[in-house]
């Protein structure tokens, strides 16, 4: 089964603006964790937010969870060029922590 | 800061040959996995690897791929006759214990022509 599907798929954004990145998922989790990759690189974790946790602040991102519709957003705020990249989320699979990720959205940030 | 290291960056190879992947963890993690993505497409888990021995799998790890911890710093991805599906960014990733969040390498770009 899939987990953590994001939509949109792309978004495109001028700076200063806020995205709004969403990730639906299908079974239950521990954890969900939000993770940016630049174009040709690894993934960097950007946020973890439990499933007793609802909303969660990092700087300029915002993560909420609603466990109910198994779903989770990720907001930037105010965002700026170089926040151009894809974004994923990903649920864990299994007891060793293996991580499933979505297909991602990608985001430009025009200047 | 420590950071996984992967080796090549870049790797062309004819179908059919075997490659061998390279990555080395950051030192106090435990727990090991390889990833993969291919062009344009999601990141996909490939298997992950505690405790010396491969603690899940998935079904695109068959019997061509293996894993091997040959020392206590470098963890190896072989695939033994490559195929062009095997075309793809393959990402060695770690964590330590008690942590879920993993730490990813740059990736090796693999090329089967």
């Known amino acids: 089964s899939q987990q953590g599907e994001e939509d949109p798929q792309a978004l495109s954004i001028q700076e200063g603006e806020n995205a709004t990145m969403n990730c639906s998922y299908k079974?239950?989790?521990?954890?969900l964790q939000w993770y940016r990759q630049n174009s040709g690189r690894g993934l960097v974790h950007l946020i973890l937010?439990?499933?007793?946790?609802r909303e969660k602040h990092s700087g300029r991102l915002r993560v909420t969870l609603d466990t109910s519709k198994k779903s989770s957003s990720l907001l930037i705020t105010a965002s700026r060029a170089a926040d151009t990249a894809s974004y994923f989320c990903?649920?864990?699979?299994?007891?060793?922590?293996?991580?499933?990720f979505g297909k991602g959205t990608k985001l430009s940030v025009k200047p | 800061e420590p950071e996984v290291t992967q080796t090549p960056s870049h790797q062309v190879t004819q179908m059919g040959q075997e490659v061998i992947l390279r990555c080395v963890p950051i030192s106090n993690h435990l727990y090991f996995y390889w990833y993969r993505q291919i062009l344009g497409q999601k990141v996909e888990f490939l298997v992950s690897?505690?405790?010396?021995?491969?603690?899940?799998k998935s079904e695109i790890f068959d019997d061509q791929f293996s894993v091997e911890r040959p020392d206590g710093s470098n963890f190896t991805l072989k695939i033994r006759s490559t195929k062009l599906e095997d075309s793809a960014m393959y990402f060695c990733?770690?964590?330590?214990?008690?942590?879920?969040?993993?730490?990813f390498g740059s990736g090796t770009q693999l090329s089967v022509l």
């Open positions: 990733a770690s964590r330590p214990d008690g942590n879920e969040k993993l730490f």
């Open positions: 079974t239950s989790i521990n954890n």
């Open positions: 690897f505690y405790n010396n021995e491969i603690s899940e």
């Open positions: 990903a649920t864990v699979r299994g007891s060793q922590g293996n991580l499933i």
């Open positions: 937010i439990r499933s007793n946790e």
